[in-house]
């Protein structure tokens, strides 16, 4: 069950990594572009920090979650050095952007404020997370990693969430986004707080199982 949840997680992660593709091939405007006001859509900085932070955000998504398999970390050190090195620069970008256009956020400040939020903490965690395995502290390192991750797992429960509240019990759209805004990452944190706390509790067999997935 633990692995099926696992390649599930993946997947998923990897559709969702994969989906801005579709803004940079598609010839005309799709998907959020296309119920945004021409205001917005014209805005050449919006513009480009919106396909800024979707497509390095969705590189880091992809990418991400290779580095929880521990098997992997053990074989392959140098590869899991170099993937981390790419998924943070990637949310250094993609985190900085979600920040810059937060406040242009659809159906308003509640939304901005949510966004916002979870832009300026997926960089915290990351750089954070960044500063501890140069200091070789790799308890903290996995932790902060872990909050990371479950940041930047938002595109795919905000993905869940929004059809679960517009589809299922009918919220009007303008209620359902402000609403996901938030819920597509407080849950991921607290799970994420969860795992750690576990983790730090069965540290029998070595500070380096934080990353276990």
């Not at 598609?26 to 050449?44: M, W």
């Not at 502290?137 to 969430?161: D, E, F, I, K």
Request: hydrophobic share 50%; proline share 4%.
């Amino acid at each position: 069950m633990r692995t099926l949840l696992s390649v599930v997680g993946a997947a998923l992660c990897l559709i969702t990594g994969a989906y801005p593709l579709v803004y940079l091939l598609a010839e005309n405007d799709v998907g959020l572009l296309q119920i945004r006001n021409d205001a917005v859509v014209s805005n050449f900085w919006w513009r480009l920090g919106f396909h800024a932070h979707i497509l390095t955000g969705g590189a880091a998504l992809a990418t991400g979650w290779s580095q929880f398999i521990r098997p992997w970390r053990i074989r392959f050190p140098k590869l899991h050095r170099a993937v981390g090195t790419f998924y943070a620069l990637m949310v250094l970008v993609s985190g900085l952007a979600a920040v810059c256009i937060s406040p242009m956020a659809f159906t308003g400040r509640i939304a901005a404020l949510g966004f916002g939020t979870l832009g300026l903490l997926w960089l915290y965690f990351t750089l954070q997370a960044c500063s501890s395995i140069r200091q070789r502290n790799l308890q903290r390192h996995g932790c902060m990693m872990v909050y990371s991750y479950s940041a930047c797992c938002a595109a795919v429960t905000l993905r869940l969430w929004l059809p679960l509240l517009y589809g299922v019990f009918k919220l009007d759209f303008a209620l359902a986004y402000p609403i996901v805004a938030w819920l597509c990452w407080v849950p991921n944190l607290l799970i994420a707080g969860m795992i750690n706390h576990r983790a730090l509790q069965t540290q029998s067999t070595g500070p380096d199982d934080i990353h276990k997935p």
